[in-house]
């Protein structure tokens, strides 16, 4: 199964370092590109995570605020695909 989660918009995207060489700043450019945010994973793994934290993917989103979360689709999709 692989899910869009949520997309990072490139004004929220930031260099963690800039560069230095001999001493030198090296200035980078602005991102002109979203960071989308998808999972990966089969059923045994969906499983699992559901049986470790139901609210794992809200406490991601917590974990990544810039980002733009789809959670309520993504947490009804997850719910659903984890009947059998």
Known sequence: MCKFLGTIPSNQLHYEKVPFWNNIQIPLSKHTWELKIIAIWNTK???????HNKDWLKELAKEIPEAKWEIQNIHQSLSNNLRF
């Open 45 to 51: 793994g969906r499983v699992c995570l559901n049986a």
